[in-house]
């Protein structure tokens, strides 16, 4: 027996030896074949084991990349479908099929003329490669070429009658024009010659019922099931059909059979949930997911239509704890990563803004590719003002999912915010060029050009939105700006015009033509309109604000007061109308109703930077330093997330004499605002004049290094520069960069004390004396001023 087992091992041993002795193409090639057969048999996870150890030995084997890119199709990951589909055409273009494969993603993704290039190399090769024909037929439909595109489908149908796609995509055009009857004529023509083709089936049911001819939208249902009787997800569309016609019992009827023979299959007990959930049947629905849950306790799908149930109701604590009982029983994996993802979400609409975050890192930690988890990352980041970590969370999705137009547009946002409205500018640019229907890019990229004074661009940006949504009324009002902006009084004529006729109570419309009316001198009529608007949104700040300034111009104080109060009378929680009555009494030189009506602002809305600002200023002004200080004290107490007041406290700080304690306010400015240039450049300079260490010297170069450029030529930001490169040593640097900006500083007492003290260093005692000159006898109270006496004092 012993002899025995050992032949057999020595048999086996030698079998393998004998295969890993085959040559490098033998081993590719077997790798290879296994690979295709297995995907032919729809065993994706192992075919692509096979295919990737056929790469392994041959890392340039075209055909490998090719059926891994059909993998990647047929399980719906495009974007690793275009990946590997590109790398088998670039090492050989003659693989035609991943060439056609490649244009219908590019046609998908609305490259019509690259999937039309995609299709003319294939012809180019083979003429009549049909499924070549077809992807050239859809981008002639979608360039809305139709008639050449009917060329080539009547052709294809003519030579092969039983080829579906032609009669499909013929179809579809129909329906999209609208054309039912024609849409059906195309699918039975096809059903002729193949009547058990499922997907025109259930075409030709969508039609009719489309076209509310029911009764026949149900034979092609029953129809289809008869075919294939085995088969519960076509049951499943009968189901849905009959929840859609209210045929109630009958669908609950078939789910419920389906349920009891299929009891294994968790999906059939979501979709009777689903059912109910249509149904309004609030209580069905709950009982159906819990005894799910309780018979499949793994199975993460049953937990996500119960919380995305609880969800919609607005019951956050429900989803969330449906969610995190699912976690404990499954406690890593995908639908672990999923499930974190969607309480995460939900923690997002509470503004649970840390934990989100926390949670965001977590899945990325286990799986750091997690598209959604950076997509949700980036928003938080984006939410607490970190725009540069949101850019680069959105880059990292666009690396994974270039076609992604949600973090494309989120990235575009995220550059403004950040103060780079070029890179802004690019990435709607590249958006709309991807994505030519991509409404809110357009908008966003017409904001800027606005922004810019670029207004014809920004029109042409918003009339291809018209194009596409004739009544969208924020473009309407738009193009009516624009045209103000632009004097162009026919044409804001024309547009609040337009607007009124779509809808009459538009109060911008009413207040474009008072605007109007006011440049043509008609300022009763001015008035007018801008009383009706006030009239149809009585919290109109821009109304408000043009009538009493009307009345400001007209020398009637009193009467601008009077009619912000009638304003405020009817909208009382109007923070902007208590600002604008502050104004009116400070104007007066009433500084207690000025102070009084700026703090009702506040007590309406925290947050309302103008009344916070207001009141800074006006401390500023009526108090001493230290009382400024104190009052700036309790604004931020009450207001701990505005930045500017912290930006005004530390300003008071320096002119008190007091540095240190202005630095920490302006990092915490820069932490939250890293585009502030005063913050940056207050730093930078502390940091040159108070602690000109090594390190602190390249912190403060960085800081202001960004801004030099941005606001070039600033007094400012380039005698900070000197000071630093003086501190550095750097003498004829510091002189060289403050002469440039000679005629600017010149009045400066600090500039000219800076420019001395250079000089000084590089001995030129007569320049010294002549700036240190100026600085010390300027009255203005500067850092250095006794260094500044002291080396006079010395020459």
């Known amino acids: ?3 025995r087992g050992c032949t057999v091992l020595c048999t086996i041993i030698s079998c393998l030896l004998v295969l890993s002795c085959g040559s490098p193409d ?15 048999k729809g065993d994706f996870v192992k075919a692509r084991l096979e295919l990737k150890n056929s790469l392994q030995i041959d890392p340039k084997f075209a055909p490998a990349y090719h059926i891994l890119g059909m993998i990647e199709l047929k399980e719906k990951n495009w974007q690793k479908a275009f990946g590997a589909l590109n790398k088998a055409v670039e090492l050989d273009p003659e693989l035609l099929d991943a060439q056609v494969a490649i244009g219908n993603l590019l046609l998908g993704a609305k490259e019509i003329e690259k999937a039309q290039e995609k299709a003319d190399y294939v012809l180019s090769k083979t003429p009549e490669d049909e499924r070549a024909l077809i992807l050239r037929a859809s981008c002639l439909i979608a360039m809305e070429k139709i ?20 009669y499909l995509l013929l179809a579809a055009y129909r329906i ?6 024609a849409a059906a004529d195309v699918i039975r023509r096809l059903l002729a010659h193949d009547e058990k083709n499922q997907k025109a089936r259930l075409m030709l049911a969508d039609i009719l019922e489309k076209n509310n001819d029911l009764q026949n939208a149900l034979t092609e249902y029953k129809t289809i099931i008869q075919q294939d009787p085995e088969n519960n997800d076509l049951k499943l569309l009968l189901a849905m059909f009959y929840a859609r016609t209210k045929r109630i019992d009958e669908g609950e009827k078939i789910l419920k059979d389906i349920i009891s023979s299929r009891p294994e299959d968790e999906r059939f007990r979501i979709a009777l949930a689903r059912f109910y959930l249509e ?12 005894q799910a849950i309780k018979e499949f306790p793994e199975k993460y799908a049953v937990y996500q239509m119960l919380a995305e149930y609880f969800d919609a109701k607005n019951d956050m604590a429900g989803a969330v704890g449906v969610l995190d009982s699912f976690m404990e029983k499954v406690r890593t994996g995908p639908d672990y990563l999923r499930a974190k993802l969607f309480k995460a979400a939900i923690l997002a609409k509470e503004k649970k803004y840390d934990e989100v975050l926390a949670l965001a890192e977590e899945v990325l930690q286990e799986n750091p590719k997690d598209v959604r988890a950076h997509q949700l990352k980036g928003d938080m980041l984006a939410t607490k003002q970190d725009y540069a970590g949101a850019i680069s969370e959105y880059r990292t999705v666009l690396n ?9 547009m989120n990235l575009g946002r995220a550059h403004l915010l950040n103060n780079e409205p070029l890179l802004a500018e690019d990435t709607f640019k590249n958006l709309i060029e991807r994505n030519p229907d991509a409404i809110r890019a357009r908008m966003a990229l017409a904001d800027i050009y606005r922004g810019k004074g670029n207004f014809d661009q920004a029109n042409e940006q918003l009339e291809k939105v018209l194009e596409k949504i004739p009544d969208n009324k924020k473009v309407l009002e738009a193009i009516s700006e624009i045209a103000i902006a632009q004097g162009k009084k026919d044409k804001v004529k024309e547009y609040s015009d337009r607007l009124l006729r779509l ?17 043509e001198g008609n300022t009763n009529e001015a008035a007018t309109l801008f009383e009706d608007a006030l009239l149809k949104n009585p919290d109109y700040t821009p109304a408000l604000a043009r009538l009493v300034n009307m009345k400001v111009k007209g020398n009637d104080l009193d009467g601008a007061i009077k009619r912000c109060r009638q304003q405020i009378d009817k909208s009382t929680e109007n923070s902007s109308y208590y600002v604008m009555l502050a104004k009116l009494f400070l104007s007066k030189k009433d500084v207690e109703l000025g102070r009084k009506n700026l703090e009702l602002a506040l007590s309406k809305n925290p947050n309302n930077e103008e009344a916070l600002l207001t009141l800074a200023r006006l401390a500023l002004i009526s108090r001493s330093n230290v009382e400024a200080i104190n009052e700036l004290k309790m604004l ?18 320096e002119a008190g004499g007091e540095p240190k304690k202005a630095k920490p306010l302006y990092e915490e400015v820069l932490s939250r605002r890293s585009d502030s240039p005063v913050a940056a450049n207050n730093l930078a300079f502390y940091y040159a004049e108070y602690e000109p260490t090594e390190d602190n010297l390249k912190k403060a170069e960085e800081l202001i290094k960004p801004f030099l450029k941005k606001y070039e030529g600033n007094v400012s930001l380039v005698d900070t520069r000197a000071w630093i490169y003086y501190r550095q040593g750097e003498y004829e640097k510091a002189r060289d960069l403050l002469l440039s900006v000679k005629a600017k500083g010149k009045d400066m007492a600090v500039f000219n004390y800076h420019l001395g003290i250079a000089y000084l260093k590089l001995g030129d005692h007569k320049q010294a004396r002549d700036y240190l000159e100026v600085a010390t006898n300027s009255k203005e109270v500067f850092p250095g001023k006794l260094e500044a006496e002291k080396a006079l004092k010395s020459l």
């Open 400 to 408: 994974e999912e270039p076609q992604n137009n949600l973090a494309a």
């Open 26 to 40: 033998e081993r590719k090639m077997n790798f290879y074949n296994k690979g295709k057969e297995l995907y032919e």
């Open 1 to 3: 027996m012993r002899l």
């Open 636 to 653: 931020r107490e009450k207001n701990p997330e505005n930045i500017g007041l912290a930006l005004l406290m530390a300003q008071l700080y």
């Open 147 to 166: 008639q050449e595109a009917e060329e080539i489908l009547h052709a294809l149908i003519l030579k092969n009658p039983k080829n579906a796609e032609p």
């Open 176 to 181: 999209k024009q609208k054309d039912m009857v």
């Open 279 to 290: 149904e309004g049947k609030d209580e069905l629905l709950k009982e159906i997911l819990n």
């Open 503 to 519: 809808d009459p109570n538009s109060w911008v419309a009413l207040f474009h033509k008072g605007l109007l009316a006011l440049s």
